[in-house]
Each structure stands twice: as C-alpha cells, then as structure tokens.
C-alpha cells in the first residue's frame, strides 16, 4: 500500500543488538520476497511494486557497497512485513514511498539513505518501529514528507531530514518519541496532527518531541495541530532548539494565549518565536 499524503498539519525501546548468525550473500533481484538474512551489494532499479519485500521476524536487507534501490515507476520502494524486519545502509530513490512498515510492526530502519521520494520517505503504518539514524533528502518541491509515524509508539531518533514540501517529520498516532533528529529546510519541522478513527478526528497524543535540532525551515520548526474533536494532549516538547522558521519556531494551537491551558507540556526549548508568544518561553 503506498503512502497518502496527509493534509498539512498545523492549521492542521529498548533498544536491543541485533545478531545475524549467517547472512546470505546472492543476487537480491527486483520484487524478491526476503525472509532470511540478505546482503545487496550492487544497483537495482526496478519497476515492481514494491521493488523488495522484507518479510520478519528472519528476513533482513543489509545494502553494503554500491547497494542501492531506485524506482523507475510510483511506488514503495522497501515493503516491510511481518514483525521485525531489519533493514539497514543503502540507498533508495526515487520511490512513492521509499520504506513502508507495515505488518505487525517492530521493525528496524538504520542508517538508510533515502532522496527524493514523492509521498514519503519513511512511513511508519504499524507499531513500534524504530528509524534511526537515517538521512532524508529532497531537492524537488514535490507534496511529500519525511517521515511519517501513523502507528502506535513508534520512535524516530537521530535521524537527518531536510527539503520535505509537507512534514520533516509527522506525527500521527499515539506514544510516538521523536528525539535528537536534525531538521533543515523542510516545510514544517516536525508536527504532531490527527487520525480520523470511526468518522472522528483523534490528535495525536502522548508524544514526546525532544532534544532536536530544527534550522530553517519554511513555515513552522515544531508545531502541534488542532483544535480537533479529541485534541492533542499530554505531549512533551522539550530541550529542543528551534531558528530561523518562516512563521513561528514553535506552535501549539491548543493552548491559551497566556499559555496557561497545560493541554501539552512545553519546557526548556531554546527559540525566538512562538505562537502563543509566551510558549518560547516556558
């Protein structure tokens, strides 16, 4: 399934080591199904949809070397299946979405390079994945985003993300943690906006977004929508430096003008604008 582009928000782990006993390495060809421990070393470019399927809790993808995946026609460039799938290094280009978590989730996204995807970089349609230290790159204004966590408790940490049209990164369901990533030149920053779940618009709630480092971007650095019929709630914005935005560094549509509602938490940011204006300067 490929990634819809949501509406623009804002008027709106344990980590465990990973052990491989033995990784094959052979010819990882266009539209393979991988359910053990693969190794692509060379260039694919691949007209299927989706051009590989990772399918856990045993298969994995290291792209080593000249390991790449480009998509010559729209569409997802890594599937992932199942629960736990491992994905690692490489390059993928050019895809409608460049890796979709599906399945059951638990899945591990590191150190990927993804450029120019047309809806998103990383979509995270299942729970409790991980996506860390990946970097993400557009150069064209096409409506994508970065990142794009729609499940539950999902984590997006250390990663680079900059030129997104949409969201660097968007957060969309429950318990996501969004820290230490760096953000440039990307519509909004990071934005935490809704789900419509049984005809209702639902906030994402129970966020953290912290210690990141949002340069520069277009329109607002961190931004939480609203209001909707359940809002955003109960989510931590903290520790995070935010400069140089079009519009306002940090948003928070749910909150008073005195800043005194407390619907999210707001502590410790470094910025120099704000809406409410005294968001800065809790």
């Known amino acids: 399934m ?74 997802v460039g890594v599937l ?55 970097t993400l790159s557009n150069i064209t204004n096409v409506q994508a985003s970065g990142i794009v966590l729609e499940g539950v408790a999902n984590v997006a940490i250390g990663n680079s993300v900059s030129g997104f049209f949409e969201n660097g990164i968007g957060g969309f369901g429950f318990f996501s943690y969004i820290g230490n990533n760096y953000l440039e030149g990307n519509a909004v920053a990071i934005s935490l906006g809704a789900r419509i779940i049984d005809g209702v618009t639902v906030g994402a709630s129970f966020c953290v977004i912290a210690s990141n480092n949002v340069q520069n971007n277009e329109i607002w650095g961190i931004a939480i929508g609203g209001p909707y019929v359940i809002q955003n709630m109960d989510n931590v914005v903290s520790g995070n430096t935010v400069a140089g935005s079009g519009f306002d560094d940090l948003l928070d549509d749910n909150e008073a003008s005195d800043c005194s509602s407390g619907t999210n938490i707001w502590s410790g940011n470094t910025a120099n604008t704000s809406f409410p204006s ?3 300067d809790l």
């Open 278 to 280: 005294c968001l800065k």
């Open 80 to 134: 992932m299946l199942g629960t736990s799938g491992v994905v690692t290094g490489g390059v993928v280009s050019n895809c409608e979405t460049g890796l979709e978590l599906a399945g059951s989730g638990l899945h591990k996204v590191f150190s990927v390079t993804v450029e120019e995807s047309s809806g998103a970089g990383v979509f995270a349609e299942s729970d409790s994945n991980l996506i860390r230290q990946n």
């Open 2 to 75: 490929s990634f819809s582009p949501k509406t623009l928000l804002a008027p709106g782990v344990v980590m465990s080591t990973l052990y491989f006993s033995s990784v094959c390495i052979a010819d990882v060809e266009c539209g393979d199904t991988i359910t053990d421990a693969q190794t692509l070393t060379g260039e694919l470019s691949c007209s299927e949809d989706p051009a590989i399927t990772v399918e856990g809790p045993d298969g994995s993808l290291v792209m080593s070397g000249e390991g790449a995946i480009e998509c010559t026609t729209d569409g």
